[in-house]
């Protein structure tokens, strides 16, 4: 299906200077979309061009569209010599295909080049004029929307969650593809550039079309990664959450249901819904769009593939519609794209719009058709017949099973997707996870705990891209045991499910996690979507619902959760979903603290953000686990076998080490648990971060007793005692800090099960540890499963190294989930800061003590340089901070691979670079009594700050300046400086706010403009000249940072939520002075405004962000 | 790039002079402030926070060189107020530096003798060396522009009205080649200097007298030097300078302590500042303009213990004197002569 993008080059600016001799530039530009190129004139002499080119148009599919980017390349033109390369923009268009998103793109964008970074911006206006889309068969998946935020967005309410989507699609690396060794750096960084932004456009194009066949309109949580495996190709998978979502309109959104169909086109699959007998007639046209595609290599395929379907479908015999099937599957012309003709007519007829009826059904039933489902894949392959094909599709989707649409609906050329479709039929109802950490209210029933997954996968060549199968499989199988976890700790559903790799040379670790969790499967019914009153609450989610009062929604009526044991929501969601008798692992169970009619475990582990209706006592706090093991270098086999037998070890050893810090704070629940474990040629890496919070509903942890060893020694039972008291001591200190006063003498009240274990519990000696470890592992296969109650210790080491976690500095707050838990005054100045940290190690170090410490040390360096950085902002609070840690493997020390493998020996003693990259965010609360005095302060800045304000909307220019307000300026800069003059020429740039929580505090974002995925790579040949590591990495972040600035403000918007960049992989050569980084960051673009003035003027901001590259080259 | 912390605790600001010295010397000076008290902050941290700030002063550093595009640019989002702070910050710089290079060619050949002259005011080398780049800077880019030089290095710049005069100044000297570095002019601040070529830049050159000329603010007008020849009739023609001097002592009798010594003096010091004028066709002379003055006028003067009061009336009837004067045409010149003249001596009449 046709679409017209429209392209002009405006103008350029601050160009370099390309021709030496007159210290000016003759610029012009290429346009490239697929493979049609257009030219701008030359504008000679001037590093500030102004081409005010006519209108490119490229006439395209919509496919390509999705695919595709659009490529601007600025060029020198030399009459002598080859045009020299100034640099490119990259611009996507897909926020454009979305009726609700932008409409125009259009504003100045950076010109990046791989090797000199950002030379100049140009000025660029994109259009597209999309032919309305009716064919039903395209593969194209135009409208569905994408959102990086894990939650449902804020101006959206869910009208129904579909569930898991998943894709992965294969490539070489173009890095290491024979061309590389006669290429420029520059123009392998770029074949990379643009592969990846292809493949990336693709993958989000095939989960869009599952999402429309699941009945949706959008993916929630959407998650890409890329895994570089080196010679063994590049996999961009990604992960995400198929909703249905309903526009709120604005300002109605407190008081109303509407029900809002204003925008009928947004979403192709309700329109269709809405049309059926349109449908059917315009099919034969989609027919001659298509025929383009069809091979009969693939029908061949497909056949093949769908075939597995028949499995289900055979059982409901509906032959209704095969008249008509036959009949257009023999027309000769377009022999593939017509069998799904009358599967895509019957919805309409037989369903209700927009949702697909059966749903529900199958979700609510997954856990327990899990071997059901398996087993079709392996089923035998009955005859390919096409005819017959065709007809089971037919009825599949006649027996109601939604999600079988798929098998027919991809007639595609690509057989990966038909493969992956006829899966997906399965895996939709195979994997009911959701890759949202945090639910409208009452969405969440009981959580059981964390489950995880990880397993170790030695990387061969991928043959043939197109049918990534082994990646698949793999992870399959990793899905698979969570699903079995998640069902052992009895429940039906994981949420705030990631997955993520490490790769180091040909060993890869793939891990998956998420929280176990029993869910309400109204939210997964159509019905949800008239159920009235109730069903206002689960749209609203309140743009600050942890703002104020948590326990206003407290009275969220229990009669509409669908569970006749209704508990109330502030505590409902810690009462077990397992069977009390038949526990999965051994806990101690009371009656919960705050209903007294459910039980609850001693402790609770997740993955998501803290409930907003939960009721938490005191203050929440950043809990970090750090481990180090050093292992042997081996090769392929052995080192994954020694990596597999380490892993357990270092998640049990991470897990006592969060279950005692998290004693030590007094507290008894962690959020947004998220483990990475990180392999490196030498050693392992395991990093938790959590936030920890005191449950009111759960029982107040027990203290921390040390029992040593050998009791018979005096000196050592002395040193214990000593010890015993820093403990208690910590404890009671930290009650104080974290503000925990939980009510005293409720035990005696119920009648606990275990009443006198949860007071102190003892740490056992190493045999016994072990034992339980043991234990553990045979209660039935369940090894991974983290929910582990172990509180133990093997050594005094590890107690001495959990006192020696630097206290937070006063008035600081960290944690790592988007909100903490304690803290409701927030101001709206908000700042991201990102840091890396290149840390060096030498041989010397190389002990599991020496490492622990160094890596201990490094992250909380890293913390207090936050702290001190930000020491003037006190009170403030560090949220949603993202720890992220690599160990580059020797072999990536070598950046240019036209060098010979063998490195100098120096660096090949010398063992590997630990990367360290973290974003955070930073939010100062305000306004509370406790801060009465720096409240003026903060405000004052605010005020300062709103005078200043000067916004761009759509090339329009609002200049607010407000005479009223003469704030004070601080003192060292209240000289003459404001005088009468005008800022720098011309309008403004367009501030964007960057943070990577999923909303702008005292804001209300009002549109939400379309998905921001962007992937570059950076290289240097002149590392020292560049001020050495940290100066390269700091400039090139900086560099990322305006560029996705630009992509944003050229959509119309001002700010970029739920941003968070996903890799950051820097490899360098010291030797050659070398040095490349790849980077891939992620958000999501909107318009915001300040809640206080939100009827007038578009945003008024504060600020922007900082990045801080801290790199200590100890070498 | 806009951060709270730099200005908010002032580190930029505090900084700015320390990015002229090395990492570990900002480090070391920041401990002495008690910089480790702080948020529990070590040495590695402060080291890395130092770090992180000069690293993002250079990044800056380059945009500041064409302040223009600070505002246009999308690397760093810098709130306006914090650009023109840094702006203003980055353009500041030193009157006891800039008194050494005032006059002195903005050249290579100058810029070896930072080592000398950062030895003499003590302001690092980095310092000196940012200062003279700035001045060279902004000189090259008004250099060759028409229009009023204040304004357009505001306009190129965006310094403030105070700063743009300075720079004003500076090009002012750098592009006429007073002489300022003579021994007896050593006792001259900059400001002094400042004073005195913002007086010429008003009222001598070509921009001065016409608004709509599109001429250069930075050479004075030749006509105007040229048509000073035309004042040596003051001290030429006989009977015209004794009028004058009748006129002045009679304004001045008994108002000035010093009337005997001014009336003895009164042809030496007329004949000075007529012959001053009248040489001001040639460049060399022009250059010699302050020295001259120090020499011929306030030398004398400071001998016989002028007060500044004194001087200030002798001046002012000084010049309204030549206007009684019925055979003397040049009112229009001298006026224009004797304005410049006499704000420039009473700035410059101090110890």
Sequence with gaps: MPGKLKAKIVAGRHLPVMDRASDLTDAFVEVKFGNTTFKTDVYPKSLNPQWNSEWFKFEVDDEDLQDEPLQITVLDHDTYSANDAIGKVYIDIDPLLSSEAATVISGWFPIYDTIHGIRGEINVLVKVDLFNDLNRFRQSSCGVKFFCTTSIPRCYRAALVHGFVEELVVNEDPEYQWIDRIRTPRASNEARQRLISLMSGELQRKIGLKVLEMGGNAVVGYLQCFDLEGESGLVVRAIGTACTLDKLIPGTASNTITHTNTHPNTAPASNACNSPSKEIKESPLAHGCRSSHNSPVHSACSSQRLSHSQNFSVSVPTLVFTGTVREKYEDPTHPLSVPPTPLRILPPSSSPPPFSPSKPCSRQSSSSDTDLSLTPKMGKTPPPSSPFLTLSCCSLILSGMGSGISVGKEAGPLKTLLRQQAQSALEQREFPFFTLTCFPPGFLVHIGGVVSARSVKLLDRIHNPDEPETRDAWWEEIRQEIKSHAKALGCHAVVGYSESTTICEEVCILSASGTAAMLNPRFMREGCLDAGGSDQRLSRQPPLSMVGSERAEGEVSSSWLGFDDASPPSCGFCHIPYDEFNMPFPAQLTYCYHCRRQKVPDVLFTTIDLPAEAAVTGKGCLIQARLCRTKKKAQGEVNATAISNLLPFMEYELHTQLMNKLKLRCMNALFGLRIQISVGENMLLGLASATGVYLSALPAPGGIQIAGKTPSDLSYDQHISTMQKRINDTIVMNKELYNIHPPECIEEVVGSPIPDRQRSRLFRSTSESSDELSELDLSHGKKDAFVLEIDDTDAVEDIQSLLTDAPIPAGFYSCNTEVMPGIYNWTSGLQMFTSVRVYRLNNANLTNQGLNKIFTDLCENLLKSLYFKLRSMIPCCLCHLNFTVAVPEEELIQVRRHTPKNTSPILSIFPRNILLVHMRVYVSPVSSVDYGSFADRCSTWLELLRLKAHTIRRGSVKTISSSERCSPLPEVRSRSLRSTRSLPCGAPVTVVKMTPLSFLPRTRIVKYLGIINMFFIRETTSLREEGGVSGFLHSFIAEVFAMVRAHVAALGGNAVVSYSMKECVFMENPNKNQAQCLINVSGDAVIFVRESDQEAIPPLITSGQTSTTGADGTT | ?351
Aim: hydrophobic content about 40%; aromatic content about 12%.
């Design chain 2, 1 to 351: 790039m806009p951060c709270y912390w730099w200005r908010d605790h002032g580190t930029w600001c505090s900084v700015l002079p320390a990015f002229c010295q090395p990492v570990s010397d900002a480090v070391k000076v920041r401990m002495d402030e008690g910089a480790l008290l702080e948020c529990e902050a070590n040495p590695e941290v402060l080291t890395s926070d130092t770090m992180d700030q000069f690293r993002t002063f250079q990044m800056c550093e380059r945009l500041l060189h064409s302040p223009t595009k600070l505002g246009s640019q999308l690397l760093y989002q810098i709130p306006a107020q914090n650009q023109i702070i840094l702006i203003e910050r980055y353009y500041e710089f030193d009157s006891v530096f800039a008194r050494e290079v005032l006059g002195k060619k903005l050249s290579k050949g100058t810029k070896k003798d930072l080592d000398d002259i950062s030895c003499k005011t003590g302001i690092t080398l980095k310092s000196c060396r940012r200062q003279f780049d700035n001045f060279k800077r902004v000189f090259k880019v008004v250099e060759e522009l028409k229009g009023p030089l204040v304004e357009n290095i505001q306009r190129h710049f965006l310094l403030s009205d105070t700063l743009a005069r300075d720079y004003a100044a500076i090009v002012f000297f750098a592009n006429s080649r007073f002489e300022t570095g003579k021994r007896k002019l050593q006792y001259l601040s900059f400001q002094d200097f400042a004073f005195c070529a913002g007086q010429l830049i008003s009222y001598w050159t070509i921009g001065a007298m016409d608004s709509m000329m599109e001429d250069m603010d930075v050479d004075l007008e030749k006509e105007f030097l040229n048509e000073l020849k035309d004042l040596k009739v003051l001290v030429n023609d006989k009977d015209m300078m004794d009028q004058h001097k009748i006129l002045v002592c009679a304004a001045l009798r008994g108002k000035i302590k010093v009337y005997k010594l001014m009336e003895v003096n009164f042809k030496n010091l007329s004949r000075a500042l007529i012959n001053l004028a009248s040489k001001l066709t040639h460049t060399k002379d022009v250059r010699d303009l302050f020295i001259d003055l120090v020499e011929k006028f306030i030398e004398p003067c400071r001998y016989d213990r002028w007060t500044v009061a004194e001087i200030t009336l002798f001046l002012t009837h000084y010049t309204n004197a030549a206007h009684c004067l019925g055979t003397f045409r040049h009112q229009m010149i001298w006026d224009r002569y004797m304005g410049v003249i006499k704000s420039c001596i009473l700035q410059m009449y101090h110890e």
